[in-house]
């Protein structure tokens, strides 16, 4: 396509393509944006070498003058996004791109990569954090991630989801995700007996002593080994993590050892295919958990492995003009939104709570009034009328002319911002079965805007 609109005469056009959304995995009522810094990264370091231009040139069908274009492009597009950590939903311009068609179209492909994949476990992740009522979750899903940088980036999105931290020490070197570590089957089976291997693990790490107690039998030796050495080491963080069984019913018995040994300050640590449902069980069964660990099913989003985001043409400007553009289909879903667009957040002033989302044109004014009027997504008839709000622009800019104008924040500061907004949904919205719809509606401009593109469209086909 690039080589397309190069051999068109088209490259240096001007082009708007929108990053959006569908449904929201698990039929949950939102998903948490994540990726941007390393589409960042990527954008700020986009150029092709000798080396690629001269495979270009052996594969073939490539125009020499689209060659030497690339060879010499500095990427000089406007960029517009939702900041990381941002609750999100369907169609929702989340990032925008602007500039020349060439390079807008060509960001494409990795642009969804990179989103899509941290979106979905940051999504993921916060589902089961808050399934965990409060308890700590850490991210221990690194053997079961598909390959390096799905591990390594998951746990960055399952740490701005809310997860404590992360088994993946390469995330910690590179992304700042503090990363934890306790022993495996192998450690207590490498020593003569469970109290051995145990022994010398507390002597090695008397600060993070995280006992594995389910190699052989929790109840029966593996709680009452950890029981005997830590009344004789003493340990100041001590620990058990309890890997397969009956969590609930070993939970609440190694609880009642661990109390009437004299060691209330122990902490209880489970794993073992953990999700949301399977948290969510136990807790309400009364399981004594202080933390999880939870792998294969945060890191592969085993439930709904596919996030469904887009990116689409939206508009094509000439002459400093905007000529908007729609894509029409018999799956009304599939139908986008025209335009170079604006989203606000309309938070209600005495609550703090989100109470809509609205799409504008980007040349309007934000949303005001004391009798704003905003429609249901799923009953186009329902509406709201809003009077106490007040509108903030989700979107800030990320590039300007092809450079980064945007302040990275720290990734505590993503994750910390993740937790705020979440907090601002309505509880209807944050539970897992049947969430409450919210509203995303468009500005009357620019649904009137969308309905002149199709009316058009139809008119056109059936002349």
Known sequence: MANGYFVSGMSEGIAYFDYFFRRVPDDGGFAIMAGLEQLIDYLEGLSFDEGDIDFLRRKGGFDEGFLKYLSEMKFS???????????????????????????????????????????????????????????????????????GDAAVFGARSAYIGGCVGTACVESERLAGVESYGTMAHSWVQMFPTEYDAFKAYAGIYPDNCTLLVDTYNVLKSGIPNAIRVFKELGPPAMAVRIDSGDITYLTKNARAMLDEAGLPDCKIVVSNSLDEWIIRGVVQQGAEIDSFGVGERLICARSEPVFGGVY??????????????????????????????????????????AIADVITLDSEPAPSGDDYVIFDPSFTWKRKRLSNFVAVNLREQIFKDGKCVYERPAIDSIRDYCAEQVATLWDETLRFENPQSYYVDLSDELWRLRTSLIESYQRDILE
Request: hydrophobic share 40%; glycine share 8%.
């Open 312 to 353: 689409k043409l939206a508009g094509v400007e000439s002459g400093g003009k905007i000529s908007p553009k729609i894509k029409i289909s018999e799956n009304v879903e599939k139908i986008t939104n025209p335009g170079f667009k604006s989203l606000y957040r309309l938070y209600d002033k005495d609550t703090r709570r």
């Open 77 to 147: 597009c406007d960029v517009w996004s939702v900041p990381e950590g941002t609750p999100i939903f369907p169609y929702e311009p989340v990032i925008t791109v602007r500039g020349p068609m060439i390079q807008a179209q060509f960001i494409e492909t990795m642009l969804l990569l990179l989103i899509n994949h941290q979106s979905l476990i940051a999504t993921k992740a916060n589902r089961i954090v808050r399934a965990a009522q409060g308890r700590a979750v850490m991210e221990f899903g690194t053997r079961r991630a598909h390959g």
